[in-house]
């Protein structure tokens, strides 16, 4: 007899992995490697985060914690939004969550039920579509391009809702994989826009604070309906601590902590203790800000060298888009080709947008400096 497999687990791959893990294997092989895939900051946490878990390690039991979060970090995290945003989040409506990626778990199956219709922009974050899809939810992409600065628009909100109703709306600013921002204006536009059609916003935050020509708008000083998603692991550089967090609308707080109870019973112990320092490391933080900005002016400056001329504007977070049209039809060869004879290892656009990502491919200037120079030189090279 053939037992059942369920659909819901016959997702596409995150292409990204797959690079990481070729790239893995070249370097097994002690061939140069220049990481410009993952959108992971090189530095370690920051030096309080690691004392702060040294100490815990010692002295505490680390146990379950409530599945909200311990009282310490949430209440570090509304101190976070009154001297950042100047705003007042009571300590009740911040979740703790394993990762950005519980809280989006969380957050669709609190607002959404099966069958549901979610928009959100394609080129994006393919977990996103992925999520949605595992949970029976219907991910409507937007396409976005230059001229919308690769993010969402009423109007065009408007012209994918007449295939059905829109239940939901995803918004991240900056974005990934584009890096492009929402300023307050555009952010607030479509805050009202969504609250005025009942469609209910998720904000994706966790890019806040890597930011290079304005700040970026939250969209929890503008709705409290909104969804608002943030994460320990870019900014604050501790992405294999799986710690993110969530501002949950008032009339979802009730679902949302029933649900991470049966679901995640709570986050990791460890990382909750140790972040309550983190926000006492802005020092340290800005630092590697200051060197991100530092690599996108690089390889802003070299990547047209190498070919590359046609890079969306990136505001924020550590990417750089590229429309490689002029030069592949076939991104997922063409960045597997500049691995192997390169050793360059960047991501296909394929895994941010299936209909056109086979023309477009992502780079990370989220490692060193010398990293990124490194990687130019050889595509410079390769070009040649």
């Known amino acids: 007899m053939t037992l059942k497999v369920g659909s819901r687990g016959t997702l596409p791959p995150f292409i990204v992995m797959e690079v990481m893990m070729a790239a893995a294997e070249r370097e097994a092989q002690e061939k140069a490697v ?12 920051p030096a309080g ?39 007042d989040i009571p300590m009740d409506r911040i979740f703790a969550t394993t990762g950005s990626t519980g809280a989006f778990i969380l957050g669709f199956l609190a607002a959404f039920d099966p069958g549901d219709r979610v928009a959100l922009a394609s080129p994006g974050y393919p977990c996103y579509r992925h999520i949605l899809k595992a949970l029976g939810l219907v991910p409507v992409e ?50 009202d826009y969504c609250d005025a059609e009942g469609i209910r916003l998720i904000s994706d935050e966790i890019y806040h604070g890597l930011e290079y020509d304005f700040k970026s708008a939250t969209a929890a000083s503008l709705s409290e309906s909104a969804i608002v998603v943030n994460s320990f692991s870019k900014y604050f550089c501790m992405t294999g ?37 983190a926000f006492d490391c802005h ?67 394929l895994d941010f947008d299936s209909a056109r990502g086979h023309r477009t491919m992502r780079f990370s200037f989220a490692g060193s400096t010398e990293e990124c120079a490194a990687a130019a030189e050889a595509l410079k090279a390769w070009r040649v």
């Open 34 to 45: 220049y990481h410009l895939e993952v959108g992971q900051p090189s530095t370690s946490a």
């Open 49 to 87: 985060v690691i004392a702060r878990a040294h100490q815990a390690l010692q002295e505490d039991k680390l146990g379950y914690t409530v599945s909200p979060g311990i009282p310490e970090l949430r209440e570090a995290i509304s101190a976070h939004y009154a001297h950042f945003y100047n705003l």
């Open 142 to 191: 937007i396409e976005t391009g230059p001229e919308h600065r690769f993010q969402p628009t009423p109007e065009l909100i408007d012209e994918a809702r007449a295939g059905g109703d829109i239940a939901g709306l995803i918004v991240a600013s900056p974005s990934n994989p584009a890096g492009t921002m929402l300023d307050e204006t555009k952010m607030r536009r479509l805050v």
């Open 241 to 277: 601590w799986r710690l993110g967090w969530m501002i949950v609308p008032p009339d979802l707080q009730r679902a949302v902590e029933c649900l991470a109870q049966n679901l995640f019973i709570s986050p990791p112990t460890l990382s909750q203790i140790a972040a309550t320092a």
């Open 283 to 349: 020092d340290e933080l800005r630092s590697n800000v200051k060197r991100y900005r530092e690599n996108r002016a690089l390889l802003l400056d070299e990547l047209p060298k190498a070919g590359f001329t046609n890079i969306a504007p990136s505001d924020g977070a550590f990417y750089l888009y590229a429309d490689i049209s002029d030069m592949t039809n076939d991104s997922r060869e063409f960045c597997a080709r500049i691995l192997a004879e390169t050793g360059t290892a960047a991501t296909p656009g």
